[in-house]
Nanobody, 126 residues
């Protein structure tokens, strides 16, 4: 059974930093793409950072230049380094990963993010 678990959330003042971790069990995070999402109260879930298997990363405009997604080469943990935090970054943060299956003798990654963590709360005060 695949399980993702986030940690590292908390309360911080504006301008501060936090590093979120997402640890996987039953799955190797280097298999396929991974991502971080967040959801603030009353708002839709937002994709803020993603990383493909070739190492390419993408960021939402709202966090580009401040947040960095990465993962250990062992594939057990992924991270979201968050710098220069702002009150508008306050949200529940979730890690997600695509699944990998064997199709016709080749590995294929799912189109959508299939595995999700339970979330970790980040609160930024002004």
């Amino acid at each position: 059974q695949v399980r993702l678990m986030e940690s590292g959330g908390g309360s911080v003042q504006a301008g501060g930093s936090l590093r979120l971790s997402c640890t996987a069990s039953g799955y190797v995070l280097n298999n396929c793409g991974v991502a971080w999402y967040r959801q603030a109260p009353g708002k839709d879930r937002e994709l803020i950072a993603s990383s493909g298997t070739a190492g390419a990363t993408n960021y939402a405009d709202s966090v580009r230049g401040r947040f960095t997604i990465s993962r250990e080469y062992t594939g057990g943990t992924m991270y979201l380094q968050m710098n220069d935090l702002k009150p508008e970054d306050t949200a529940m943060y979730y890690c997600a990963a695509k699944s990998r299956t064997v199709v016709g003798g080749s590995y294929r990654c799912s189109r959508d993010f299939v595995f999700w963590g339970q979330g970790t709360q980040v609160t930024v005060s002004s």
